[in-house]
C-alpha cells in the first residue's frame, strides 16, 4: 500500500493551523498512524489509529480519516511543531510510511 | 524507559553482508513485537522487517524480501538484522524499534540507530 503525503512542504507561522493529507493507494480502513521527526531525533508517535493521540501528546494534535483519505491537523502551531511530519499504515504488510510532510517557519 | 542500542553498522562492498545487533535494557523484550526501520541521508522512513515475540512470524518489506533476514535471542534481550546481497540503496541509518505494548504494529521506542554504507 502506497502512502501519499501533501503537500511536501507546509510554510506557516506560529499560532496558525496546520493541515497535512496522507492518501493511501487502498483502503486501510482506520489502521493509520502518524509521527513526528526533528532533526537529530527519532520519530515520536503522535496519532494511532487515525484519531487517538498517543500518551503525552498535546491536545493541538488532532487526526481524522477512514479508508485512502487521512488528516493529521494541529491546531495552533508551537515553535516546537516545526518538523517533518510522517504516517504509516498497518491495514496490511508490509508496513509502509509515506514520504513526509515538513512544517517550516514562514 | 527501555533502551535500545544497536550494533554492527559499518562500511561494506555491493553484495557484501553485514549483521545488525539490537540489545534492549528493558524487562519486556520478551513479549515485545519488533521491527527494523531505516532511514537513508535526507530521506524519509522505510519500514523494513517484522518479527513477532516468540519469533516464529516475520515480514519484509518487498525490497529486502530473500536478501535480509530478522531473528531474535529473548534469552539475551536481542534482535538481529542479518543483511546479504547488499546494494548502493541500502544504504541508511538502521532503527531497531519496539512496537507499541499490547497493540498494533505502531512504532513506539527507537534506538539511535547504525549506520551502514555500501560503496566499493
Known amino acids: 500500500i502506497v502512502l501519499t503525503q501533501s503537500p511536501g512542504t507546509l510554510s506557516l507561522s506560529p499560532g496558525e493551523r496546520a493541515t497535512l493529507s496522507c492518501r493511501a493507494s487502498?483502503?486501510?480502513?482506520?489502521?493509520l498512524a502518524w509521527y513526528q521527526q526533528k532533526p537529530g531525533q527519532t520519530p515520536r508517535l503522535l496519532i494511532y489509529?487515525?484519531?487517538n493521540r498517543a500518551t503525552g501528546i498535546p491536545a493541538r494534535f488532532s487526526g481524522s480519516g477512514s479508508g485512502t483519505d487521512f488528516t493529521l491537523t494541529i491546531s495552533s502551531l508551537e515553535p516546537e511543531d516545526f518538523a517533518v511530519y510522517y504516517c504509516?499504515?498497518?491495514?496490511?504488510?508490509?508496513?509502509?510510511f509515506g514520504g513526509g510532510t515538513r512544517v517550516e517557519i514562514k | 524507559e527501555a533502551q535500545l542500542v544497536e550494533f554492527g553498522g559499518g562500511l561494506v562492498q555491493p553484495g557484501g553482508s553485514l549483521r545488525l545487533s539490537c540489545e534492549d535494557s528493558?524487562?519486556?523484550?520478551?513479549?515485545?513485537?519488533m521491527n527494523w526501520v531505516r532511514q537513508a541521508p535526507g530521506k524519509g522512513l522505510e519500514w523494513v522487517s517484522y518479527?513477532?515475540?516468540?519469533?516464529?512470524?516475520?515480514y519484509y518489506a518487498d525490497f529486502v524480501k530473500g536478501r535480509f533476514t530478522i531473528s531474535r535471542d529473548n534469552a539475551k534481550n536481542s534482535l538481529y538484522l542479518q543483511m546479504s546481497s547488499l546494494r548502493a540503496e541500502d544504504t541508511a541509518v538502521y532503527y531497531c524499534?519496539?512496537?507499541?505494548?499490547?497493540?498494533?504494529?505502531?512504532?513506539?521506542?527507537w534506538g539511535k540507530g547504525t549506520t551502514v554504507t555500501v560503496s566499493s
Open positions: 504509516q499504515q498497518r491495514g496490511a504488510w508490509p508496513l509502509t
Open positions: 528493558g524487562f519486556t523484550f520478551g513479549s515485545s513485537s
Open positions: 489509529d487515525a484519531s
Open positions: 518479527i513477532n515475540p516468540g519469533g516464529s512470524v516475520t
Open positions: 524499534v519496539r512496537e507499541v505494548p499490547r497493540c498494533c504494529h505502531y512504532m513506539d521506542v
Open positions: 487502498q483502503s486501510v480502513s482506520s489502521y
